[in-house]
């Protein structure tokens, strides 16, 4: 994949199959190095990005190791999706207590030893709740103790073309530039209101975005469950995934007239967030079951969002180095 230069390059952590990873690319700025512990979902990885330096431990990762293979601090965006088990309403809701969800410690780690310009960060709405806000308050006085402003909001992949409800909290940082966040983030381009058109015949239709700390709870799945329609034939949707002590496939079925239910391919759960087709077909050049399919598409991101998110990240640090602003 070869991705025209914006000058930005992306460290992304905790990256799964790459959804934001591709997000960026599609917006012209290359993944420098990724890290993701699941062989299958790296190898996913290496066979999309195959000129990106692979990790497999956040926890073992160095700024030292980043800049050995070439990441440039001023130039990076270092985004993560990292794991949402314990704010997901469906968990137990340990927040940042809870080992999986608590991983966010090295995230600010790496932020704190890389010094990068710019921060994205994914998760589900429960983050802001959980624990009374109080992690959600953690997560921001920690960008706060490394000098990084950041702005976040709530943003739903039905607002972005993609056919399915898909909530998801995007915090954005900024070292240098209070206002930069803000101009990333708060525009009027997505507001309530104002949904994708195929959004509309949704059983249960909200905005393309909403602002500030709302309450989170019903929102995300940590098994990885997808709840979506489709436009073209489907009549209604049932999801469910498996949980900790069941098969944890994301099991998604559309309810055809005449035939009954089927489960989507995972070929047609690419396309429900928005990653070309095939993108998880091999992992390291071997074929891939459909269970790790489901499960890796489910844990993963709705592209577009972040092709959007990365857009105006790039249009406001050009903007900056043409007006010469820097941090």
């Given at each position: ?60 990762v ?5 800049t ?68 959600f ?23 972005f ?52 700390a ?49 489960r ?30 489901y ?23 050009h ?9």
């Amino acid at each position: 994949m070869n991705a025209p230069s914006t000058g930005l390059h992306l460290v992304s952590l905790c990256a799964g199959i790459g959804g934001i990873d591709l997000g960026f690319h599609r917006a012209g700025i290359a993944t420098a190095a990724a890290v993701e512990i699941d062989p299958a979902a790296r190898g996913v990885l290496a066979d999309r990005f195959p000129e990106t330096h692979l990790f497999e431990d956040i926890t073992k990762v160095t700024a030292d190791d980043l800049t050995a293979v070439g990441v440039v601090p001023d130039r990076t965006v270092l985004a993560s999706g990292w794991p949402c088990q314990g704010n997901s309403p469906r968990g137990r809701r340990g927040g940042l207590a809870d080992p999986r969800t608590g991983l966010w410690m090295h995230v600010a780690r790496l932020l704190g030893e890389l010094r990068p310009r710019w921060f994205v960060g994914e998760n589900v709405p429960g983050l802001l709740s959980v624990n009374d806000g109080r992690d959600f308050g953690h997560v921001l006085a920690d960008l706060a103790d490394l000098r990084m402003d950041s702005a976040w909001r709530v943003l739903d992949g039905r607002g972005f073309g993609v056919p399915h409800r898909r909530r998801r909290l995007v915090l954005v940082g900024h070292s240098g530039d209070r206002t930069a966040p803000v101009r990333v983030l708060l525009e009027p381009d997505r507001v309530p209101g104002h949904p994708h058109p195929h959004c509309e015949a949704t059983p249960q239709p909200s905005s393309g975005a909403s602002n500030g700390a709302g309450d989170g709870r019903g929102d995300g799945d940590h098994r990885g469950g997808l709840t979506t329609w489709v436009p073209t034939y489907a009549h209604s949707l049932v999801s469910h995934g498996g949980n900790d002590k069941q098969d944890p496939t994301m099991v998604t079925y559309v309810v055809q007239p005449n035939t009954g239910p089927r489960r989507l391919t995972p070929l047609e759960s690419e396309r429900l967030q928005g990653f070309p087709d095939g993108w998880t077909a091999t992992s390291n050049g071997s074929p891939q079951s459909d269970r790790d399919r489901y499960v890796q598409l489910g844990n993963s991101v709705a592209v577009p969002v972040f092709e959007w998110v990365a857009r105006r990240i790039d249009a406001v640090h050009h903007t900056d180095a043409g007006a010469g602003v820097t941090a």
